[in-house]
């Protein structure tokens, strides 16, 4: 059995801590689910070493009862009842308006108990009558925050991660695939979007004949929502995605495959380039003469208009089919290509696991090297390391590295940009890194002028070795901050300063969009996971997906590089900038 990670734990803490707020009970019992919440966070103990041991209960911060719940659900891994009985007294209508940036357990409380809003119809309806900014705590301040966060609520409902979807839809083919039919994910997960509105599954198949054990299998917890001749719409019910079932022939495997992948603006395209050379499209296929052309795969069907073959990243509608044109396509990086991972998170500060284990993952998934980042101080709230726990860390990589010699151990960290672009590590402990990753964490309403000198001052710093995240998105939750990015990339072109492409599927910045006015601009990049643990190691292959996106070749991504290339790299930049 796989027992839950602290990570597993705190979050477990930390629900029931807001459900308990909204139900009203005693604000002390609420604090101690949070502070305990909090210690668990900052364990540098495992868990499997404090619990079976029965040395939970003895830490600050964590009371009996806590310990003793704590303790059942690490050990059975099952909600504990505490959970389900605050579910079930609490509406799920207030629990979704936690969804709406601005509003937390607080405010939600109060605007139940005083105007009865159970649900994000009455919040809207409240704000519009005047209700809301009748109360006390309501000033014109918090109903802007409030009325913006709506906004970006609508906007985000009926979208989701691509990081949520992909992994359940590669499980449906894989079911499919074990029930001996041909399957493949095509649509917006296969063109890699980071937000997709549904799962798109082509199946070789006539819809009457699927059997429909697979679909209402209990490890996926479908309900059939529609059912219109070759497309059945099913909704997933633990991520409530919408997942589109599509059927095909045999025969039309290749047709289907290459037009249920590509965007509508790509396929319109498509169908001009095709009717200039004779072809009209009949469903998804083209016909030339009245008669269906031969084809085996994809590769085929652009080779009849002259095109090269188009990975499925790029068919997005913007120039791949003017690229294609002339006869072959960029080759993009792959999977294969990445030979070890940076900014990775330990125990040390938020990660959920030792630096042994990672380099275990590492060992399982082939890589190279894995640089270790942790958080520094001025990111309290994720553990972050001064520099005397600093140099612990590195006392253990040392000793680490002689257990591990086929992982090789770069030291790093992601350090904050602090207000005025300083880092937040002194100058002897950045120069004794390998590499720095410098970010920001704080302070994100900063006007855009001011952003943008901050973000630029840290870029030309000589330690600043990678600027991370850049535009600190989080998707379907918090927008970018307001910054010149052109401004910046042009800081990190003049400095030689690496880009980061953040892997985590909450990120994935930057943006797809952007990186070839960066890669125009000479910008070297590299694909880092912001991993906070070990399983999650392996998210470097959605930054590859994004990359590819951004039609990105190996020889632009610095860590396709050996270890030791890697590091001569990052020494160059250092001394480059200090050459200027």
């Not at 602290?6 to 459900?19: C, E, H």
């Not at 003793?68 to 891994?77: I, M, N, P, S, T």
């Amino acid at each position: 059995m796989t027992h839950p990670d602290k990570k597993d734990v705190a979050a477990l803490l930390n629900r029931i801590a807001v459900l308990m707020q909204l139900k009203g009970e005693n604000p002390f019992r609420v604090r101690a689910f949070e502070n305990a919440a909090r210690t668990i966070e900052r364990l540098q103990i495992p868990l499997e070493e404090l619990i079976p041991a029965g040395k939970l209960e003895g830490i600050k911060g964590i009371g009996s009862t806590i310990a003793r719940l704590v303790e059942a659900y690490w050990q059975e891994g099952a909600p504990p009842d505490l959970l389900k009985e605050l579910e079930a007294a609490v509406p799920p209508g207030l629990v979704e308006l936690l969804e709406i940036p601005g509003l937390g357990p607080g405010r939600v409380r109060t605007l139940h108990q005083k105007l009865g809003i159970t649900t994000v119809e009455d919040l809207e309806a409240a704000l519009t009558d005047g209700r809301v900014a009748k109360l006390d705590g309501f000033g014109p301040k918090i109903l802007e925050k409030i009325q913006r966060g709506l906004e970006l609520y609508r906007t985000y409902q009926g979208r989701y991660l691509l990081g949520h979807a992909y992994p359940l839809a590669r499980q449906l083919v894989e079911a499919l695939n074990r029930a001996g039919l041909r399957a493949a994910i095509v649509g917006s997960i296969r063109r890699w979007c980071p937000i997709v509105r549904n799962i798109d599954i082509l199946i070789e198949r006539q819809p009457d004949t699927l059997p429909l054990k697979i679909w209402e299998s209990a490890d996926f917890k479908f309900e059939r929502l529609d059912t219109d001749g070759p497309r059945w719409t099913l909704r997933n019910l633990d991520l409530n995605i919408p997942v589109v079932l599509l059927f095909t022939s045999k025969e039309d495997w290749p047709w289907a495959l290459r037009y249920f992948t590509g965007s509508q603006t790509h396929n319109q395209q498509l169908d001009e380039i095709a009717r200039d050379k004779g072809f009209v499209r009949e469903g998804w296929r083209y016909l030339q003469d009245e008669k269906v052309p031969a084809v085996k795969n994809e590769a085929d069907i652009f080779a009849l208009f002259g095109l090269a073959w188009i990975p499925p990243e790029c068919r997005e509608g913007r120039d791949e089919l003017m690229i294609a044109s002339s006869g072959s396509f960029p080759s993009l990086v792959t999977n294969e290509n990445i030979r070890g991972v940076v900014h990775v998170h330990s125990r040390y500060s938020d990660g959920a696991d030792a630096i042994a284990d990672l380099l275990e993952e590492a060992r399982t998934l082939g890589l190279e090297y894995v640089g270790i980042s942790d958080h520094s101080k001025a990111a309290h709230y994720a553990n972050g390391l001064d520099e005397k726990r600093l140099e612990e860390q590195w006392t253990e990589i040392e000793e680490l590295q002689k257990r591990y010699p086929d992982v090789r151990i770069l030291k790093g960290m992601e350090v904050d940009i602090l207000a005025d672009g300083t880092l937040d590590l002194d100058e002897s402990h950045l120069r004794q890194l390998d590499f720095v990753v410098a970010s920001i964490h704080s302070r994100f309403q900063m006007p855009r002028e001011e952003m943008t000198a901050r973000i630029i001052r840290a870029v030309r710093h000589p330690c600043t070795t990678i600027l991370g995240h850049p535009t600190g998105r989080l998707l379907l939750s918090r927008e970018a901050y307001a910054v010149d990015l052109e401004a910046v990339l042009d800081a990190a072109a003049e400095t030689g300063t690496l880009i980061e492409i953040n892997a985590n599927p909450y990120r994935l910045d930057l943006d797809w969009e952007v990186m070839q006015s960066a890669l125009q601009r000479g910008i070297r990049f590299i694909i880092d996971p912001d991993t906070h643990r070990r399983k999650d190691l392996a998210d470097y292959r959605y930054g590859v997906g994004i990359a590819r996106k951004g039609r990105l070749s190996a020889e632009s991504i610095a860590n396709t590089l050996s270890a030791d290339e890697l590091l001569e790299l990052f020494r160059f930049i250092r001394d480059q900038k200090e050459a200027r």
